[in-house]
């Protein structure tokens, strides 16, 4: 006995059936066809460093997988072509601004809106991590990407992902991932997400054995063609068809993607087998003949179905979406209804606001568990048009049915359909605030308004005209008077009344109204009215249907006038003087640099203002205390916690900020009392601040002032204190062996004595002529005169001359020389003074070893370097000859370094010393000049 099918069952199957057939390839209707020539050939963009699909070779020009694809297509369909790289963001420009007619991009729903896309896809596209091959991997799938910093392509697909999960700060972008997989190489640190065979080919290309290369779950798609000419399309799909038949891509993906796999043989005995398989295969060819004609003419059927389910779609604005209950994922179908792309709900749930996503999930769970047993749930929320790409928040009814269930007949797959009412929702808005403002209007109580049908009968009246005409509302709609009683007109057609104004006497005692509306109207006496009729058209026919009275009372409107005239002279009046108290207080604070301020323990904002009515500055308390110098912050810290706490005191302060008035820091005095405002019903602190930046800066000159005064006097108090210690002891040294020589002693002692006091003399004439010339140098008398001079006999003579003064026994003088003329543009009597002193010191400090002095001409500056192997200057002493402050440092050096460095500083160069105790000194000297004659000795 044959059992007859379920119902139930029946309809399940035809309805998954209908479904899956949504998922088949459709072909676009909106084409852009062009005719391809030599002159102006087809342009085919791709990405210029993309390994190994396509990239700029060694010689600078294309190369690559995709390359060699695309070259074979184009040879076979005879298509003249040209091959442009560029970054892939500009690739998409191109070609979405016809400026390119072919790209490869990847087959998500982002680059749908820049053409269509073409059925077979080139490759695939995985995504892989490279990481140092020590170092742990912690990035296997996307939502790793939210705890990990990794480094991506700048606007490529990982990294604008990153950014629409907001994970963009994880992100570290680059502009060239090569680079960025030889620096993690390199310095071992670091992890990159790139295409897995870039990655592979870039390892292979540059021998990094220490990177390791790891898959990482990034659902991206397939490579496909993407162009506006869908003819073109058809065509490469045709042709890629073909040539994939034939194997011709399987050579090019073994050179680009595995060229370690050698070519595989097929053994002979695999042949036999192939007959053999292929003899017992033949009768089933008519079998499988005859069943895939049939699914053709059913997928026909299906194509059609899908066709006109897809028009229904798109005509009705309606996306629609899966979500499978096992896997716990959605499948989001194109505009098309044929492709679609899974999403995580995880990943699926950015798409609403998590309230709206949540209350999404529990009726789907609630469809799953069968608490609802309705065919169809309804859902309305607001979300973004991510399809679109648009950033205004719509609003979408979204409907929820089972689509599919299990044996048990638990469901398995919910259908979800998602439409965008915001027009609709608008449009009710608008009619609503539409209605709104006419009942605002209509029920106004400062004009009566009267509507009359279009044979003139009254249908309906507001309360404002029903007390000029002092009559009840319910009774006169009831009695229903036409516009020819009421207002004693001869029109009999509404349509002649449409704007016209009028002024009616109405006579109420005398007039026909009181005979027949006596009863319902108690005016009474004569009344003046002022009319305005306008007719309303039906926007069908456009025949008049309504006639909108207007009705006001002239009387008192001219009373209403007159009182609002009064009102508003006296409020010029105010305004005047007003307008005058603000003019003088502005000008008030203009002249004097003054502000007026405001506190608000409320908001704990400083409001300044620069006039009365325009707010310069508004502060809060964490913007005052960034702008207060930290020498004010305490008093200002305290200040402001005293008028939080709402004290009742006035005061005045001076701060300091961080800003500059000129050259000087900006002073600022406030005087401020705490008042209540009346107004707002709050307490603040009202007052003045204005600027006493230069009273400040006076009063520091005069600080500064006297405080170098105080210096100056100190100095030459130092100064007349060293020298005299310096005098008195060569003076002492000629002295003492004078009053020797007129003593008892021998040849020999006289010979010495008389060797010391002479030594002791050139000693006290150096120091004089130190001490005048600092003299010179300290009254400004000393002018720097530059001539052409012949530098190296100079340097010869006065370094001679300086040795020559002190002449220490026992220490060797080496004069380094490496030019054989040189002319430079230098003072030369002030170069020969600095020559002098610094060697003569030099020698004068020297017991024993060498004194070493050279010079050399180096980027436009002579450089003069004395080094001798004295018992080197202590800290302290270095210390006071950079800071110079006058005067001498103690009796073995003496003032000539002091007067040297400032000498060099008056010609624009600098003095350096470089010593230690015990270690020797060396003296370094640098003066710009600029040379007219150089020759150089071949050998020093």
Known sequence: MQRKPNKRFIYTLVAIVLFSTMA?????????????????PLIYEDCWDMYPYSFLNEQGKPDGYNIEVIKMIFEKLKIPYTIVLKPATQNQADLNHDNADLIVVRSTGFFSRFGH??????????????????????????????????TVLDSGMVHRLMIDYEWGANAIPVKDINEAILRVSDTEQGQVIWY?????????????????????????????????????????????TLLNSEDRFEPLQNKWFYPDRGEWQMPAWAWWLMGIATLLTIPLLYSLYYFRRKDRQLAKSYDLQNQRMSLILEASGVRMWTYNVHTESFNWYDRDS???????????????????????????????????????????????????????????????????????????????????????????????????????????????????????????????????????????????????????????????????????????????????????INQSGTQIFEIHMMVACDEANEHANNLLVVVEDIRQHIEIKKQWKDKLARKRDLQHQLDNYIDHTNYLLKVSGMRIVRYSPETHTLCVKDNLSHVQYELTQTRCMTLVHERSQKRVMHLLSKMDNRSQEPFCMEVMTVIRSGENPLWLRFCMTPVHDDIEEKDAYFGICYDISELKANQLRLDEAYSTAREIEHAKNSFLKNMCYEIRTPLTAVVGFAEMLSTDITPEDEHVFTKEILDNSDHLLRLIDEILFYSRIDSDMVKITPTPTEFTELFKT?????????????????????????????????????????????????????????????????IISVEDTSDGISDRELQLIKQHTGGSIDERIGISLPVCKQLAEMMNGTLEISSESGQGTIVWVSIPCQASLIKRKKFI
């Open 196 to 240: 897995k065979p870039s990655l592979e080919y870039l390892k292979r290309t540059y021998d990094l054995d220490n990177i390791q290369i790891t898959d990482v779950d990034i659902p991206l798609g397939e490579a496909r063609f993407v162009s506006h000419n869908q003819q073109l399309l058809n065509q490469i799909d045709s042709v890629y």
């Open 24 to 40: 088949a390839n459709a072909s676009s209707s909106n084409n852009h066809t062009r005719t391809y020539t030599n002159e102006h």
């Open 798 to 862: 006065n370094c001679q001359r300086g040795w020559d003064m002190a002449h220490p026994n026992g220490v060797n003088f080496i004069m380094e020389i490496p030019y054989d003329q040189l002319v430079l543009n230098i003072d030369g009597y002030n170069i020969a003074h600095l020559l002098t002193s610094l060697i003569s010191n030099a020698a004068f400090n020297t017991k024993h070893g060498f004194v070493r002095v050279r010079f050399d001409y180096i980027g436009r500056r002579l």
């Open 338 to 520: 044929m492709n679609y792309i899974t999403y995580p709900a995880e990943e699926f749930s950015h798409r609403y606001y998590p309230g709206d996503f949540n209350r999404l999930m529990r009726v789907i769970e609630q469809l799953i568990d069968g608490s609802i047993t309705d065919e169809q749930v309804s859902l309305d929320i607001k979300a973004m048009d991510a399809e679109t790409g648009d950033n205004q928040e719509h609003d979408f009814q979204i409907q929820l049915s089972v689509l599919q269930r299990n044996k048990k007949g638990n469901p398995i797959v919910i259908l979800g359909t998602k439409k965008d009412i915001t027009d609709e929702l608008r449009m009710e808005q608008d009619a609503e605030e539409r209605l709104i403002r006419y009942k605002t209007i209509f029920d106004s109580s400062t004009i009566g308004i009267i509507v009359f049908n279009a044979e003139g009968q009254l249908t309906n009246i507001n309360e404002k005209a029903c007390s000029l005409f002092q009559c009840d509302k319910k009774d006169i709609i009831r009695q229903s008077p036409s516009f020819r009683t009421l207002f004693e007109l001869e029109e009999d057609h509404i349509e002649a009344l449409d704007g016209v104004s009028m002024c009616r006497k109405v006579d109420f005692d005398n007039h026909l109204t009181s005979k027949e509306l006596g009863h319902i």
């Open 117 to 150: 896309y073409s059925r077979n896809s080139i490759s695939l596209i995985t995504m892989s991590l490279a990481t140092p091959i020590d170092k742990p991997v912690n990035i296997h799938t996307f939502s790793d990407l939210s705890k990990q910093r990794v």
